[in-house]
């Protein structure tokens, strides 16, 4: 089993930054790709971005430039920095992270919200 934690959610003005932490617990060498999705009021949940075993890291187009996806496999920990932040980056964030074999797994989500 793994268990997911996130933290660092929070309220900032447009234009600001904000850094997300997942903290990863339990079997973690089971772990393949990590990201982070999110999921804004009335709209389903989406990809943000992720990361494979051997750090490399892929984002949706929405955040490619703002956001930096990295992973810290010592501290079994995931992070995503967010700058430049929009209104619509407005959401739940979530940690999931997916094994080499065998279901994925998802941590209960840290809330961003953006004003205007």
């Known amino acids: 089993q793994v268990q997911l934690v996130e933290s660092g959610g929070g309220l900032v003005q447009a234009g600001g930054s904000l850094r997300l932490s997942c903290a990863a617990s339990?079997?973690?060498?089971?772990?393949?790709?990590m990201g982070w999705y999110r999921q804004a009021p009335g709209k389903q949940r989406e990809w943000v971005a992720s990361?494979?075993?051997?750090?490399?890291?892929y984002y949706a187009d929405s955040v490619k430039g703002r956001f930096t996806i990295s992973r810290d496999n010592a501290a079994n920990t995931l992070y995503l920095q967010l700058n430049s932040l929009k209104p619509e980056d407005t959401a739940d964030y979530y940690c999931?992270?997916?094994?080499?074999?065998?279901?994925?797994?998802w941590g209960k989500g840290t809330l961003v919200t953006v004003s205007s």
């Open positions: 990361v494979d075993s051997g750090g490399s890291t």
């Open positions: 339990g079997s973690t060498s089971r772990i393949n790709f």
């Open positions: 999931n992270a997916i094994p080499f074999y065998g279901n994925s797994y």
